[in-house]
């Protein structure tokens, strides 16, 4: 009977052995994606401006090219570029000063505006932007010797998350 009973019980150790092993049998795989990449975007452009322009000395009723200036877009990101101009100086001020004119051929460009819009550009796309001058006959003594100068800035902005409701503009240029 004590071999019984042993016998019995070792019955029930290797049973329950063999339940647990079976419980713990599980099939198992893995796959690794490893070393995903995330690059930003750019947003460049070319400096067009190279060498400042010295036009001199000026007598009433003159007129002429100041120069023309292509402005190249090299980023990644579409971007809204942009045109500020400013004048100051004597020459720019009074009853009759030196007029400036600055067209990309389609559009014309205000002198002393900030912010405007010269486009959406992508990759490679250009604009060139003429710039000239034309001073009165009608200027008088009082601008002799007179100096001014013009100031451009071309800057550009992503367009992407930046684009006003009207699609004319950037929301911001910062």
Known sequence: MKKRLVLSLMTVAL???LASGATFAL???QTTNANNTFTAGTVAINDPFAA?????PLA???SGDVADYTITYSGTLDAWLGLTASTSGALFTGTHPVDITISDGTNNYDENTAEQVLG????GDSVTLDVDYSWSADADNSYQGATGELNLQVFAVQS???TNLMGTGPISWN
């Open 27 to 29: 099939f198992t795989a």
């Open 52 to 56: 400042n322009v010295s036009i001199g």
């Open 60 to 62: 009433p009723g003159d």
């Open 15 to 17: 049973v329950a052995l």
């Open 120 to 123: 959406l550009f992508t990759n």
């Open 160 to 162: 992407a998350n930046n």
